[in-house]
T-cell receptor
């Protein structure tokens, strides 16, 4: 069964600082990995997804993530935080198999301080 | 890009009544849709997988008689919360799976259900 672990339920950074949100996955098959962002009382917006074409994945709004098989990690980064980045971030994994279920981590709430 | 429309965005109902939530894929066909429940400040919990033309597959612990799911067409899945009670109050989100080159999961904007 697939699972993801997000280390740090709350992360606070200063505006302009590096953003690093951690995600480790567990999967018995090559995983499909995703990062989503959620603003209050809204649905989820896809930031980026791992397609196996490249280990470094670039997404929207300046975010990127690197797939490291040896570390079973898919951490999300952004060089310079903006106030508008304050939101909840979810890492998710799917096996892409018959069930195709998307399983979410517990989420990380990112706060950006002025 | 792919768009999933979810309605209503919020609903208040009385205990004992039923509420239907619709999830539509607007520009693609979704053979598989998913329903999630999210409690305040928590992650999304998968409730069930909905496949067009067949019965939904429910996750362990989810009451299939309370949460009725219908996926009658390739663009529409519905979740009906039957005989709702205050403990059913939550944020419900649907997701549709798109196959092909642009594969991925697209989420609706969610439905805030409050049972009074």
């Amino acid at each position: 069964a697939q699972s993801v672990t997000q280390l740090g339920s709350h992360v606070s950074v200063s505006e302009g600082a590096l953003v690093l949100l951690r995600c480790n996955y567990s999967s018995s098959v090559p995983p499909y990995l995703f990062w989503y962002v959620q603003y209050p009382n809204q649905g989820l917006q896809l930031l980026l997804k791992y397609t196996s074409a490249a280990t470094l994945v670039k997404g929207i709004n300046g975010f990127e993530a690197e797939f490291k098989k040896s570390e079973t990690s898919f951490h999300l980064t952004k060089p310079s935080a903006h106030m508008s980045d304050a939101a909840e971030y979810f890492c998710a994994v799917s096996d892409g198999g018959a069930t195709n279920k998307l399983i979410f981590g517990t989420g990380t709430l990112l706060a950006v301080q002025p | 890009g792919a768009v999933v429309s979810q309605h209503p965005s919020w609903v208040i109902c009385k205990s004992g009544t039923s509420v239907k939530i619709e999830c539509r894929s607007l520009d693609f066909q979704a053979t598989t849709m998913f329903w999630y429940r999210q409690f305040p400040k928590q992650s999304l919990m998968l409730m069930a997988t909905s496949n067009e033309g067949s019965k939904a597959t429910y996750e362990q612990g989810v009451e299939k008689d309370k949460f009725l799911i219908n996926h009658a067409s390739l663009t529409l899945s519905t979740l009906t919360v039957t005989s709702a009670h205050p403990e059913d109050s939550s944020f419900y989100i649907c997701s549709a799976w798109e196959e092909g080159a642009n594969y991925g999961y697209t989420f609706g904007s969610g439905t805030r259900l409050t049972v009074v």
